[in-house]
């Protein structure tokens, strides 16, 4: 199998989690239809399971079985989720489109996706809660309280504020773009690596490696996203490429060039290789090719 | 002491916390100051802290020692903040005024407020994991489990869905409008009552009457705020009265009048007090109390 095809393999045991296990607990206690809806939408509008699939790889790589992390792995898709339908509001990024669909809020209204996004994220801890007692409790609450701090005012949320502050100024550096983008969506890559790692209960040198790993792979999946906003194509991207430019946001591209933006990315991906070199078996062979995976789209 | 004196003793106990402990742990991670800012505007506004409270009653009611259940306690306010900023937005009710100032999206924008928000709710359950390990994981999972479930899309987040369906329509029934109010206002009111029996490692009889005194005292307060949106005056509320009416939302007085709308609120208070009549000490005198001044203020 190519790592595409274990990525979509692992993606596909995530959405039959979500589908059936969340789902059904959704309906169970009777979430208004509307409602339930409009999370749906969102969350199973074919994304590629990314954190849950780092969550649960480095999980495996500790020797935690896979089926005790799941909630927990699933946790991190719903505020992944929750964070696209909030981003993509007529207040924030104003976008139409998302995945090739129209956004949540021109299906569901602004009201209706404000609402979704909100039910999403509450659900992600209540979701990830579920991982005790499989999972020791010990282990499960700080895994928690990272996710939630990785989410949060210092994570991504914090990033998406200077994300917008940065959008309405001039003259943004490399060293702010790069902490923006850490905080926007390296903190919960991030973060699904680590708590992978914590609720195997790994000792402090792998949660250190598990993080180091999290954190170059983040910085180097959103400096493919800046190149592939510049010379991808809509439909691979599923939106409309350019918009970034369109927006004046900076970029990677904008600051230092496509070519010094591939080598930077490039570097980063040997960081990440670097992180877990020490480690062997199925979840370090498949961590190592997802991280090479990452910037395969742009060479 | 009165029960005033009381509540706002307690009140200010919990903003000690809020203001020097989460506050400063808040600082400590760098979160981008535009965006505390936002937070800090509606979290220091002066409510009543009125689920810290009950939060910590029940706690003490069952014996655990307040301070190890304070994170827990002040996790509620964060969540109560921010469906208030949410539900204040545009796209929402599209409230200008919230006690008696601008509400956060008039000073910060939409974007701000809704970040905030999100902010908010995602802190509010790392906040609460703080409360172990001064209480055990194994308390402290089942209560976090609790209170996701009453602000998510069964809870908080479904009943604003259901309100805001229910504005556009005619013909609300009362079980309809009690059913919606059990899901906005009281699910979080019950869930500061039960996960303080919870977190103070109660049998199951005393987290039923936690729960049992909850949602009767949820009920009466929601009754209560809808007589005041028709008889109260726009200096005690800190917002227009009679906006409920304006906007065609159906409420208890527009279904069953005043009079009834009395004596319903009166007999939900009646169904707390028997709830919780077999304790005593100061912590239950002062749930009941409390209980009882929640009508006095429309009689």
Wanted: glycine letters at 10%; charged letters at 25%.
């Amino acid at each position: 199998m190519t790592v595409k095809e274990r990525l979509a393999a692992q993606a596909a045991e995530v959405e039959v989690y979500i589908r059936e296990r969340f789902g059904a607990r959704m309906r169970e206690r009777g979430v208004p239809e509307g409602l339930l809806s409009a999370m749906e939408y969102s969350l199973m509008a074919g994304g590629k399971r990314l954190r849950p699939c780092l969550c649960l790889s480095f999980a495996e790589l500790f020797g935690a079985p896979r089926a005790s992390v799941m909630p927990f792995a699933a946790g991190f898709e719903l505020i992944h989720t929750y964070s696209l339908i909030h981003d993509d509001l007529p207040a924030m990024d104003d976008d139409d489109l998302r995945r090739g669909r129209p956004s949540n809020h021109k299906v569901f209204g602004e009201a209706g996706a404000i609402l979704a996004g909100d039910a999403l994220l509450t659900e992600a801890f209540g979701c990830m809660s579920r991982s005790w007692p499989a999972v020791a409790a010990e282990l499960v609450l700080p895994a928690l309280a990272e996710a939630g701090r990785a989410a949060g005012a210092a994570g991504m949320v914090g990033g998406q504020m200077l994300d917008m502050e940065f959008t309405a100024r001039q003259g943004v550096t490399l060293a702010e773009l790069a902490h923006m983008q850490a905080l926007k969506t390296g903190a919960l890559i991030t973060a699904s690596c680590v708590c992978g790692a914590i609720l195997a209960g790994a000792a402090e040198d792998g949660i250190s490696r598990a993080r180091e790993y999290g954190e170059a792979v983040g910085a180097a999946f959103q400096i493919v996203d800046d190149i592939l906003d510049e010379v991808g194509d809509a439909a691979t991207m599923g939106k409309p490429v350019g918009s970034d430019r369109e927006q004046g946001k900076s970029t990677y591209p904008s600051l230092v060039g496509l070519n010094e933006s591939r080598r930077l990315a490039g570097q980063r991906v040997d960081a990440a290789l670097a992180a877990i070199a020490a480690y062997d078996g199925p979840a370090a062979d498949f961590l190592r090719d997802l991280a090479r995976y990452i910037v395969v789209r742009v060479q």
